[in-house]
């Protein structure tokens, strides 16, 4: 417990550290969520902009971390051999996989209170969210955008894998209809945005604050393949050195 | 070619019939030989000789593709838990976050290894006080190597793998690189430094493996190494004919360097009264001479160049 609380402290105090992913993790939604939530100009299907952007921006706020963060600063420890030098100390790879994982949930959990506390300045109305049912959907949305992140990392070199991992961020956020509803999308791309990650996921959050099923199950069961899937991709995909 | 430096029951690491290979390319190929516990073993060898690939299967970060490696009477691959334990690493380059300050690297390293190690001593051996606050991407490149070395001693280790420990160093680095590399050896740990750089071997070593082309092609103390390879050596400037020079004195005569000379097989006075006759008669001016065993230069380039024939 103590060498896991050791690493745990330094894989927060290295991403505190590094301002290009606190941009990307905190700043990012919390400017989108500001901007749109005040600048009326999006479609939101009669709901207020703050209440239709919120779900949509805890999506995005769960795959800038679990995917573009951890995958670009895994990416880079394995280009540095960070990761090899400290699977040579007492630490050992399980506990080192552990903290990289509590390190995600531990951001998580300040951009979900922080988004929601943002919210409810802007006038959210949050009374029908269910948390028991968030938590689930923070899991799953963040094994898969994890699964997706280290099998990048676990393969392409540090430079390509940041410019990858920032690509598929940009078209996951266009296609997942996070700031504008996945209608508005033309058909084809629609079904795109449905079956990707980011489309599932936000579709998951949207019915998990209103406290309604208007995506149903499919949502939920596209989500979950992308996480069964991504995490048996990165098993076999994720090389240390 | 299989080797053993020293038969002991002191054996800190031993290698039998080591073979890795990275698909159709042998790196090592049977490497066999051992190190003992107090005492410093240094892996010389051209890049892409073997001498890292041996190293990473020792450190259990590769496994062999046949043979086996014991360290401190573990297997490095299946006993990795107990072996980072005791176990002090120096990788080549990296392993560290760059945005990681040198003060806290070292307390966190102190605090996984868990073996008393005060970080604040070890920041001071290693001479980074003056720069314990500052991050690792700012570091000069030996300020680098001493804090890789750090992260090492960390461990209070019992065996220790240094790889090019004293690349990109300044002299006084060197020094300080050179005395915790004999403390530790005093101290009975067991070290093993790979190097291509062959003064840096000459002082530090006791035993000697040379890696060429993924095998061991010599082995031994440098004495052992060095041992019946006398040699007079002289430096000229003037045009030598090394044909008549090695006729008249019957013994092989070759340039070694810019305007450095040697004759090989010998040390003997009245060679060197010949080779001043010869030099009086040619109008050929030499100086610098000097007899005694063979450098370990001379070694390692005959060695290798015997090999790759």
């Known amino acids: ?241 | 070619m299989s080797s053993a430096l020293h038969a002991s029951e002191n054996v800190g690491l031993s290698v039998s019939h080591l073979v890795i290979k990275y698909g159709d390319i042998t790196a090592v190929d049977h490497v066999s030989f051992t190190a003992q516990a107090g005492r410093v073993t240094v892996i010389l060898g051209p890049n892409g000789a073997g001498k890292t690939s041996t190293i990473e299967a020792c450190e259990g970060f590769l496994a062999p593709t046949a043979g086996s490696v014991q360290v401190l009477g573990l297997d490095p691959f299946l006993q990795r838990k107990q072996l980072n334990r005791q176990m002090g690493i120096m990788l080549q380059e990296g392993g560290i976050y760059p945005s990681a300050r040198v003060a806290e690297l070292v307390r966190q390293y102190c605090a996984l290894y868990g073996n008393g190690v005060d970080a604040d001593v070890l920041i001071s051996r290693v001479g980074l006080q003056s720069v314990a606050s500052t991050t690792y991407r700012r570091l000069s490149g030996g300020e680098k190597q001493r804090l890789s070395l750090a992260l090492a001693l960390a461990a209070r280790p019992h065996i220790i793998f240094l790889d090019e420990p004293t690349s990109g160093i300044d002299v006084n680095g060197r020094d300080l690189v050179r005395s915790i590399i004999r403390e530790l050896r005093d101290a009975g740990c067991c070290v093993i430094v790979a190097t291509h750089e062959l003064d840096e071997a000459e002082r530090i070593a006791d035993d000697v493996l040379i890696f060429h082309r993924g095998n061991v092609v010599a082995s031994g103390t440098l004495e052992e190494l060095r041992s019946g390879r006398e040699e007079i050596r002289f430096r000229s400037t003037s045009r030598i004919d090394l044909h008549s020079l090695s006729t008249t004195l019957g013994l092989p005569v070759e340039q070694t360097r810019l305007h450095e000379f040697t004759v090989a097989g010998t040390s003997d006075a009245r060679v060197i009264v010949q080779l001043t006759d010869w030099a009086k008669a040619n109008n050929v001016d030499i100086g610098d001479i000097g007899a005694g065993s063979q450098r370990l230069d001379d070694v390692f380039r005959r060695l290798t160049a015997e090999s790759a024939s």
Not at chain 1, 1 to 8: A, E, P, V
């Open chain 1, 1 to 241: 417990m103590k060498l896991l609380r050791i690493q745990l402290a330094c894989e927060l105090r290295v991403l505190a550290r590094n301002g290009e992913q606190l941009l990307l993790i905190l700043g990012i939604p919390m400017l989108l969520l500001s901007f749109f939530s005040n600048v009326d100009i999006l479609p939101t299907s009669g709901q207020s902009s703050v209440n239709f952007l919120l779900p949509g921006i805890v999506a995005l706020a769960i795959m800038s971390t679990a995917m573009v963060s951890l995958g670009i600063a895994t990416g880079f420890e394995r280009s540095y051999q960070v990761l090899k030098r400290l699977g040579a100390t007492p630490l050992g790879v399980p506990r080192l996989v552990l903290a990289k994982a509590l390190s995600v949930l531990v951001v998580e959990l300040v951009q979900v209170m922080l988004l929601i506390g943002l919210a409810q300045v802007f006038g959210a109305d949050l009374g029908a969210l269910n948390i028991a049912s968030l938590v689930l959907a923070i899991a799953l949305g963040t094994l898969a955008f994890a699964g997706v992140g280290l099998s990048l990392a676990g393969r392409l070199r540090g430079e390509i894998n940041l410019a990858a991992q920032n690509a598929l961020y940009l078209v996951l956020l266009l296609i997942g209809g996070i700031v504008f509803p996945l209608q508005e999308l033309p058909s084809w791309l629609h079904w795109v945005g449905r079956i990707s990650p980011s489309g599932a996921l936000a579709d998951v959050m949207r019915d998990v604050f209103s406290g309604t099923s208007v995506h149903g199950a499919s949502s939920l069961v596209v989500l979950l393949c992308w996480a069964v899937a991504a995490q048996l991709s990165a098993f076999n995909l994720f090389r240390w050195n």
